[in-house]
């Protein structure tokens, strides 16, 4: 028996908000889409188009308040071909959260407060 990711998932308040933020900070992309006949959901799932692993979105009609994130300690890490590029970028979006330069790292926040840990690939 064996087991693979498939995806990870996050939900959040503003689905376009968080759909363009990802294609703008990440390049993901969308690959398909999952409506609620009668609206109270919508699941979106992201792709890097380079690995099998999704990011899935999922918005909620009825939620009403920020997702409660603890003491934000979990996250999602991503490889970059080009890190001094992509800090540049992330710095000029206004959403870095942490760096840690000794590490060589640095975490982005998305719009509802999701960190993204950033490692260059080594």
């Not at 409506?35 to 188009?49: K, M, Q, R, T, W």
């Not at 603890?70 to 206004?94: I, P, Q, S, T």
Request: hydrophobic letters at 40%; one cysteine or more; proline letters at 3%.
């Amino acid at each position: 028996m064996q087991f693979t990711f498939a995806h990870n998932n996050l939900n959040v308040r503003n689905l376009e908000q968080s759909l363009q933020f990802y294609q703008q900070a990440l390049g993901l992309t969308e690959t398909r889409r999952i409506n609620a006949e009668d609206g109270s959901f919508i699941i979106v799932y992201l792709s890097d188009g380079q690995t099998a692993h999704n990011l899935e979105l999922t918005w909620l009609r009825d939620w009403d308040r920020p997702y409660n994130l603890g003491d934000n300690e979990f996250h999602l890490a991503f490889r970059v071909d080009d890190y001094e590029a992509a800090h540049a970028k992330h710095a000029e979006m206004g959403c870095i959260c942490f760096e840690n330069p000794s590490m060589g790292i640095y975490f982005i926040s998305d719009p509802d407060g999701y960190w993204l840990e950033v490692i260059p690939t080594r």
